[in-house]
């Protein structure tokens, strides 16, 4: 098991993702752009976690993510087709084998 230690610039930056969640919706477009790349790109799950956790900012995190974060995109079901393109594949290749 390893132990992580968040540094100081992460700290700051979470600091930073939950000021702007607090004013959520009323933030600027690059606000808005550096919080979605946040949640996507950089935040790990201890930082998720403790934002969600945050009750002063519940209801800003309530609805950036409905918003942005709870939704499927193309990009997921096309990832969804594949996948189960692939498992039908495998499968139909077992099958074969077996007659």
Same mark, same amino acid.
């Given at each position: 098991?390893?132990? !992580?230690? !968040?540094?100081?610039?992460? %700290? ?7 000021? %702007? @969640? ?12 550096? %919080? ?9 799950? @201890?930082?998720? &976690? ?5 009750? +002063?900012? &519940?209801? &800003? ?7 942005? *974060?709870?939704? #499927?995109?193309?990009?997921? @079901?096309?990832?969804?087709?594949? &996948? +189960?393109?692939? #498992?039908? *594949?495998?499968?139909? %290749? ?6």
């Amino acid at each position: 098991m390893t132990i !992580q230690t !968040q540094s100081a610039t992460a %700290l700051a930056r979470r600091a930073h993702v939950e000021a %702007l @969640l607090a004013a959520y919706p009323d933030v600027t477009p690059e606000e808005h752009g550096m %919080l979605v790349h946040y949640f996507k790109r950089e935040a790990n799950a @201890l930082d998720v &976690g403790m934002i969600a956790s945050n009750d +002063t900012i &519940g209801r &800003g995190y309530a609805r950036f993510r409905a918003d942005h *974060l709870d939704r #499927f995109t193309w990009a997921d @079901l096309a990832k969804g087709i594949a &996948g +189960t393109a692939v #498992f039908v *594949l495998c499968v139909g %290749l077992v099958m074969f084998r077996a007659f």
